[in-house]
C-alpha cells in the first residue's frame, strides 16, 4: 500500500459496513483513525482489533456526544457526556455504565442553543488578498466544538491573515467565515463575548502597568470577577505590576495569555501562543489549553513548530503560501513527520552502506551525514547497527522539512 | 461611549492636557500684562523691532486700543490657534493611529464593543478635552484681565470671541482624527493628520502678509476666523459657528464610519 496516497485508507469495512479512514491491520481498524457508521454513529479515536479503545469521541445519532476513554468499545474511565438538549455530566464509567458524577457541567446557555451542528469555526472557500498579491486563497475548514485545532504553516503562509479575518479585523474578499453560526466580519460583537484571542504581536498600551490593562480590558468586557485572573497569574508567575515597556518579552507574552483566558470564553483563538515562552511556561499553557478542551472549549492555535501542536492539538491544518495543503488528524501527521538525524561515522565506507540499504541521504561533511527517516525506523536502526557510530543528534528542521510531503521539494530548496 | 476606555485614555492624556494648558495660560498673562491702556506706544515699540513680514504674517498690522481687540489682535491671531492645532495634532494621532500602528487597537477590538462605540469614545474624548483646554484659557484671559485691569475686559465681546476660536478649533481637530482614523501606520497619518491643518494655517499666515494673492483666502478655513472683525461685531459669531460646526460633525462623522468599515491590519 502506497501510504503517501490518502485515498487508499479509506476502506468500506464490510463487518461494520462504515467508512474507515486510518490502518488496518488484519482487516480491521487498529491504531489512530475515523469511522462512520451507516446508522450515522461516528467514532473518532483509538482502536485496537476494530473495536474503540483508548482516548476517542463518539457522536451518536441521537445526539448524545460521549468525549474519554474506552475499553473494547464500551464507555470506560474518566470521561464526559453530552445529552441532545445540553446538559452534560462529568464522570467515571465502566462497560458502559455511569459509576460515579463527578461534576454537572453547566450547559453553555444561549451560546450552545443558537448552534445547529458541533462546528464552533466554520470557514468556507476563504480568500483575503494583500495588495502585493500575497494573501490567503479559497480555505475550507472547520473546527468542531471542543476540539484543539492546530494551523501549522511557517512565517508569512497566511496564518495570521486568518486570524484577521476570524476577529473581523478585515472583511473577507470571498466566501466567509462564521464562529459559532456567526458572520465574523458582521457579528464581531457578539462573537467578541465568547471568545478569548492573543494577537501574534505583542503590544500593549506601553505607558499603563500590567494590573491597569487587564482592569481595562476586564472592565471593557463588563467582568468584575477576578478569581479566574488571578489564578492564572498565579500559574504563569505573572508579575503584573510593573509598566507593560519595562517587560520582557515573556512577560508580555504571559499578559497576553491571561488577558485571553481570563473571561472564561467559549472558543480560544490563539496566534502563536507559545513564543517567547521558556520551556517550563510553555508546558503550563499545554496544560491550560488541554484543561479548557477538556471543559469543552474550542482552541485554533496557529503554530510554527509541530512539536508543540502535536503536544496540543487534535487535529491540523498545514497552510502554504496561503493555501491549506492538508487537514490531518495529528497522530497521522506524525506519522507523515520527516525526521533528520545527524550521524557521525567512524569512517566514511559506512555512508555507503548507509546509502546502499536505501536510506535517504542529506548533507555529507566528513564524516557526518544527515539522514531522513520518516516511519522506517526499524530499517534505519537495523543500518546504524552495522556501522560504528560515533555520534547521534536530532538536527533541528523547519516546518517545509518536517512536512516535505505537503511542501514539496521546491518549498525546501528555495 | 464605553466609560471605562475614556477613563484610561484621560488617564494617559492628562499630562499632555496640563502642558498646553499651561503654556496658554502663560502666553494669555503675558499679553495682557504687556496691554498698556495708558501708552500704547509701548507695544508699537515692541513691534518695531520685528521686521514688518512677521508683524503682517501675524496679523499685528492695526492698532488697537481697547483690551478685547488688543487681545483679539495680538493673542488670538496667532497663539491662540497654533498651540490649539499642535495639541490637536497630538491628540487625534495618540487616540486612533498609534492603537492601530502598534497593534494594541487589537486588544480593544477584541472586547465585545462595536468599532463604533470604541472609536466614538475617542472622538468624545478628543472634542470634551479640546473644549475644556479652551475654556480654561478663556476663564484664564478673564482672571488675569479682572486682576490686572479690573473692568476694562468687554467680557461679552471677549466671550463671543473665544467662542469662534473653540469651534475653529474643534474644525481643526475634526481633520486630525479624520486622518488617525483612515490610515494604519502614524507616518501617514501624521502627514496627512499634520499636514493639512499646518497648510491651513500658513497659507493664513502668507494671506496676512501680502494682499497680492487674494484667491489664498479660499484655500484655508482659517480666512473664515477675523478676530478684529469679531471684536468688532463685524463677523457674525453664529454663522461661523454653524460653519465650523458642519466641518466638525462631518469630518468626525466620517472618520467613525471609515473605521468601522475598513480591514485593520492587526
Redesign the interface.
Known sequence: MDKNDKSSYHHNIPFVGGDYSGQLENNLPHGWGKLLLPNGTQYDGEWKEGKPHGEGTVYYPSGKIYKGEFYKGKKHGYGKLTQPDGKRIKGTWENDKLIKILEKLKSRDAFTKRQQDKDMINIQSLTFQYGSGKGIFDLDFTVEEGEVFGYLGPNGSGKTTTI?NL?????PGNGKCTINGLDCWNN???I??E?G?L?G????????TGT??L???S????SRDKSRRDSLIERFELDPSGRIRKMSKGMKQKLGIV?AFMHDPAVYILDEPTSGLDPLMQNVFVKLALEERDRGKTILMSSHNFEETYRTCDRAGIIREGRLVAVEDVHSLKSSQRKAYLVTLESRSDIEHLRSVGLELGNISKNTVEVYVSGNYNQFIDALAKCNILGLEVATQSLEQVFLKYYGREAVSR | MIFPLFKSTAKSSWIIFVVFTAVLFMYMSIMVSMYDPENIDAMAQYLETLPQGMIDAFGYDTTATDLVSFMGLYFYGFIALLFPLIYCIILANRLVAVHVDRGSMAYLLATPNTRVKIITTQALFMVISVVMLLILNTAAGIVTSETMFPGKMDIPAFLNLNLATIMLTLAISSICFFFSCLFSETKNSLAFGAGVPILFFVINMLRNISDSYPWLEYLTIYSLYDPPQIVAGEQSVVLISLIFAGITLFLYGSGIIIFSRRNLYL
Request: net charge positive; charged share 30%.
Open positions: 484577521r476577529l473581523g479585523f478585515v472583511k464581531a460583537r457578539q467578541q463575548k471568545l484571542y494577537p504581536e505583542i503590544a500593549f498600551i506601553d505607558e499603563m491597569q490593562f482592569n481595562l480590558i472592565d471593557m468586557r463588563g488577558t
